[in-house]
T-cell receptor, first 112, second 111 residues
């Protein structure tokens, strides 16, 4: 139980385009989900907290207009990277809160 | 959340116990100690957590000192698949709390 999936697992997009990443809790409902970013050889950095039915809370330094988060249901949160640039290339990981935090497998974004 | 200190890397022989230390000298009374690991290019995997008593599950054991200022994660019989970055995190009780990851310990299990 407590499985979190992410889609896609990897994506390549061109600079200036937008890309959407989905995070789903498969066998439980999560009112709270979290989005992290991880650059090569670095630790996970929390980007934002996503609460179902309300606006996400962003960490300091994370542009809310660039990283759009929508938590429209109790099993789905989406992260949209708008006007992506090469420096947005990273490993994006979500987690869902169900007592404990359960992490998804991650999405590798490459912006060319 | 309290900060944690872990050695950046450790090696362990396959089949032997891996003992991963973590210092959390500023931990407060309502903060738990959590351990996660991250195998290369995957999401973090929950291992174990505890408040003040030692804990054991099918993956590992967690030993917390009496003053709670440090802890040790024990993998009793390390395998090559245990090679990963191990993160020790302290945080308050789990309602609506995010995880703050430090640098972790890169454990390499060698044949």
């Amino acid at each position: 139980g407590a499985v979190v999936s992410q889609h896609p697992s990897w994506v390549i997009c061109k600079s200036g385009t937008s890309v959407k990443i989905e995070c789903r809790s498969l066998d439980f409902q999560a009112t709270t989900m979290f989005w992290y970013r991880q650059f090569p050889k670095q630790s996970l950095m929390l980007m934002a907290t996503s609460n179902e039915g309300s606006k996400a809370t962003y960490e300091q330094g994370v542009e809310k207009d660039k990283f759009l988060i929508n938590h429209a249901s109790l099993t789905l949160s989406t992260l949209t990277v708008t006007s992506a640039h090469p420096e947005d290339s990273s490993f994006y990981i979500c987690s869902a809160l169900w007592g404990e935090q359960y992490f998804g497998p991650g999405t590798r974004l490459t912006v060319t | 959340d309290a900060k944690t200190t872990q050695p950046p890397s450790m090696d362990c022989a396959e089949g032997r116990a891996a003992n991963l230390p973590c210092n959390h000298s500023t931990i407060s009374g309502n903060e738990y100690v959590y351990w996660y690991r991250q195998i290369h290019s995957q999401g973090p995997q929950y291992i174990i957590h505890g408040l003040k008593n030692n804990e054991t599950n099918e993956m590992a054991s967690l030993i917390i000192t009496e003053d709670r200022k440090s802890s040790t994660l024990i993998l009793p019989h390390a395998t090559l698949r245990d090679t990963a970055v191990y993160y020790c995190i302290v945080r308050e009780t789990y309602n609506n709390n995010d995880m703050r990851f430090g640098a972790g310990t890169r454990l390499t299990v060698k044949p």
